[in-house]
């Protein structure tokens, strides 16, 4: 398994034992490898109890190593030989889950809104490449680098939370 998918198992793991831990959580559904919810960019399903109703909230799990850059990494495009667009720019989940995974720190970012600022203010974060390894062949990922406390300082609802 390459680095890449060793962050992202972990903080799916950690992030599913989250929300087990809450009384109210019905069940928390991997549907990571499910490819009606990998076209919407869907990792998780969480079933749990809102005033005795049920709902699920669909969730977006991006794992990160890189803390101290005081940044998240909003993937624009997965692909860019092929031109296709990366997960921040079409994800149906309801929230980001951006979880640091060697901090144990998860940042909670609310969609749309998240998405709808980081557009609207796009232009203004730096543009970064990064490799993304597939079996024996690597592909361009193209992102962009945003200032964690400008973006909760601009999006309500975000909730940064220590998971250690």
């Not at 992202?8 to 559904?29: G, M, Q």
């Not at 889950?97 to 203010?121: A, C």
Request: one cysteine or more; charged letters at 30%.
């Amino acid at each position: 398994m390459n680095e890449a998918n060793s962050v992202a198992k972990r903080a799916s793991r950690d992030i599913e034992e989250y929300l087990k831990s809450f009384p109210y959580t019905i069940n928390v559904i991997n549907v990571e490898d499910d490819p009606i919810y990998r076209e919407k960019d869907i990792d998780l399903l969480w079933n749990w109890y809102n005033n005795g109703k049920k709902v699920t909230t669909k969730i977006e799990v991006k794992g990160d190593r890189y803390y101290r850059t005081g940044n998240y990494f909003f993937e624009t495009v997965s692909n860019k030989s092929k031109g296709t667009p990366g997960c921040f720019m079409y994800t149906e989940a309801n929230f980001v889950f951006y979880y640091f995974v060697d901090e144990k720190e998860l940042h909670i970012l609310p969609m749309p809104e998240t998405r709808d600022w980081f557009i609207e203010n796009m232009d203004k974060f730096v543009e970064r490449e990064t490799s993304t390894p597939v079996g024996n062949t690597v592909y361009i990922t193209v992102g962009r680098l945003v200032n964690r406390d400008l973006l909760q300082e601009n999006v309500k609802w975000v909730r940064v939370i220590s998971l250690k």
